[in-house]
């Protein structure tokens, strides 16, 4: 099972809002990420957790908060969005580290109003 | 620092025909691995192949194979006997074998059009 899922598929909120994106793994995968993905464009590396701790942080803006409660879960805290931070947010994991191919969620398409 | 180049315009091919995807890289790094990935309109990055940097043949993962020509810098993937869903856009990527926060460096991608 090579199973990546994201909650929610779509999101709609006010730059005044908070929400928050889950994604989950039942893989044994040791290693997550977050990317952020424009239309047409490849993605681009947000945050990535190994053995459930921040190793990598993109500067990116503290609007986005990740956090990984536990080997398989990891989430993604909006608050105070822009406009231009609608995206679709994608979560992938690998195995062993980060050593290994990243198997991919179907993203949660966000739009930010 | 790596990089990935995918310099095709959209592609278009006949319904079981093959087609070939460039990618050519460059890297510093000895050692590294490359990947393929689809993703169709829905949006899910779908892995498709793998290639080392030190295997000795080219991968291959049903219709598709990884033409890997490593002096050349070159990783094309060649997909055999195209079916109208082989239709998405298709990302060439890199990332080095050591190092605990290595990153995966994504080509742009190339858009791939499958005819009837």
């Known amino acids: 099972d090579t199973e990546v899922t994201q909650t929610p598929k779509h999101l709609v909120m006010g730059m005044t809002n908070k929400k928050s994106l889950k994604c989950e793994q039942h893989?044994?995968?040791?290693?997550m990420y977050w990317y952020k993905q424009k239309a047409k464009k490849p993605p681009e590396l947000m945050f990535v957790?190994?053995?459930?701790?921040?190793?990598i942080n993109e500067s990116v803006p503290s609007r986005f908060s990740p956090e990984c409660p536990n080997s398989s879960l990891l989430n993604l805290h909006l608050h105070a969005l822009q406009p231009e931070d609608s995206a679709l947010y994608l979560c992938?994991?690998?195995?062993?580290?980060?050593?290994?191919?990243?198997?991919f969620g179907p993203g949660t398409r966000l739009t930010v109003t | 620092a790596q990089k990935i180049t995918q310099t095709q315009p959209g592609m278009f091919v006949q319904e079981k025909e093959a087609v070939t995807l460039d990618c050519t890289y460059d890297t510093s790094d000895p050692s590294y691995g490359l990947f393929w990935y689809k993703q169709p309109s829905s949006g899910e990055m779908i892995f498709l192949i793998y290639q080392g940097s030190y295997d000795q043949q080219n991968a291959t993962e049903g219709r598709y194979s990884l033409n890997f020509q490593k002096a050349r810098k070159s990783a094309n993937l060649v997909i055999s006997a195209s079916q109208l869903g082989d239709s998405a856009m298709y990302f060439c990527a890199m990332r080095p074998r050591t190092g605990a926060n290595s990153k995966l460096t994504f080509g742009k991608g190339i858009t791939l059009s499958v005819r009837p």
């Open positions: 893989m044994g995968h040791r290693a």
């Open positions: 957790y190994s053995y459930e701790k921040l190793s």
């Open positions: 992938a994991s690998s195995p062993g580290g980060q050593n290994n191919e990243q198997y």
